[in-house]
């Protein structure tokens, strides 16, 4: 079946059974990016915006879309901030991708090595305890922290629709409301006032859409995966669903669609808790020493 | 006479494998992942390295590649 914008080959097929070829489907996916920013009121024009760069097709799809339309709309500035958490092999890669591809779009960037800033890396911490619970609250803990310090407003990730129905998912088969309460288009905006609230643009795009969009853009990135990932939940999680949307088609975005319905009531249930200030460093927590803290001293 | 099979050549990223393959005439991009073992929804098919959408027909001497969609961790 030919594209429906013109006689073109397609390149994709969407969920409504219409197929784009490459030039309407890079149009689709920016109009779909910007409707995301403006109804859920993401990013207004006065925000400086910080890209959480992994060096991965998802962040950099999204640095390269964010890029645009900073320059269509003219948007305050936007910067990128890259985490090197010390895994071998893997964010070293992915860590020049993302030098590489900030030059080329003239996009400040900062990095954060935990070898540096805490004295560690994953590397060494996987000996002690799961490597991507440490990763992802260190992560989350430095983001925050470099966003902060070079004054951003936002901070956007590169979180796409499989990722939050994965997590929505995750915390359902877990039993851990309180964590979906966290998640949502946009997070974190009356929490702390040394919080920087997170957006996530590409919320509503499949993976699927984000891999067509940063290989038609002929994006640098280096298709590899984290070497901890493997065995994890998330991606069992994620074959799981993956079956699911192969079976019945649009599962991923009835999911979410269906705890969006929910989010007011879970964040009404479960975001009363006061957020406090954690006594080591300082930082946002909801302990009294936060969770950076502790397995930092593991 | 039409031909029933056709010999392609096929490659699955994330496993490295490449190959030599006869499919059936008619066979789609989806059809030949399926066959493969694949889950469609976790690759996507470049034929002679453009990317392709999944009802693509596959032709006699394609070069046919199944692009993983793959977390970055």
């Not at chain 1, 409504?16 to 910007?34: A, G, I, M």
């Not at chain 1, 640098?220 to 998330?234: D, K, L, Y």
């Amino acid at each position: 079946m030919p594209c429906k914008n013109c006689s073109l080959k397609p390149v994709y097929t969407a969920l409504n059974n219409e197929s784009l070829c490459s030039s309407h489907f890079l149009k689709y996916f920016e109009r779909k990016v910007c409707k995301t920013i403006a109804q859920h009121k993401l990013i207004d024009r006065k925000d400086k915006i910080a890209v959480a760069l992994s060096g991965g097709k998802d962040s950099s799809t999204l640095l390269y879309v964010l890029n645009k339309f900073h320059q269509k709309y003219r948007l305050n500035e936007l910067h990128a901030i890259l985490i090197n958490e010390g895994i071998e092999g893997y964010r070293n890669i992915t860590e020049k991708d993302a030098k590489k591809f900030c030059r080329e779009l003239g996009i400040p960037l900062k990095i954060v090595d935990f070898r540096k800033e805490f004295k560690t890396s994953i590397d060494k911490l996987k000996k002690k305890m799961n490597p991507c619970s440490a990763c992802g609250v260190l992560r989350r803990y430095s983001l925050n922290k470099a966003a902060r310090d070079i004054g951003a407003t936002k901070l956007a990730t590169g979180h796409n629709l499989d990722d939050e129905a994965q997590s929505i998912l995750m915390n359902s088969i877990k039993g851990n409301l309180e964590f979906s309460a966290k998640l949502g288009p946009k997070t974190g905006v009356l929490m702390h006032e040394k919080f920087v609230p997170r957006v996530k643009p590409l919320y509503f795009m499949l993976e699927k859409e984000v891999l067509i969009y940063s290989k038609l853009r002929k994006l640098p990135v280096t298709f590899i995966e984290c070497p901890n990932a493997g065995g994890s939940f998330r991606n069992e999680v994620g074959r799981m669903l993956n079956e699911l949307e192969s079976k019945y088609p649009g599962t991923k975005q009835s999911i979410v669609n269906s705890f969006l319905g929910m989010l007011p009531l879970l964040r009404e249930k479960f975001q009363k808790e006061r957020i406090r200030t954690c006594r080591e460093c300082g930082e946002p927590s909801v302990r009294e020493v936060c969770r950076a803290c502790q397995i930092l001293k593991i | 006479m039409v031909k029933r099979f056709m010999k392609i050549e096929a490659r699955i990223e994330r496993e490295n494998k490449k190959f030599k393959i006869d499919v059936k005439a008619g066979t789609t991009a989806k059809g030949l992942a399926l066959e493969l073992g694949l889950n469609p929804v976790e690759v996507i098919p470049a034929v002679n390295e453009m990317i392709v959408a999944e009802d693509y027909k596959i032709k006699e001497k394609d070069k046919v590649e199944f692009l993983s969609v793959v977390s970055g961790g």
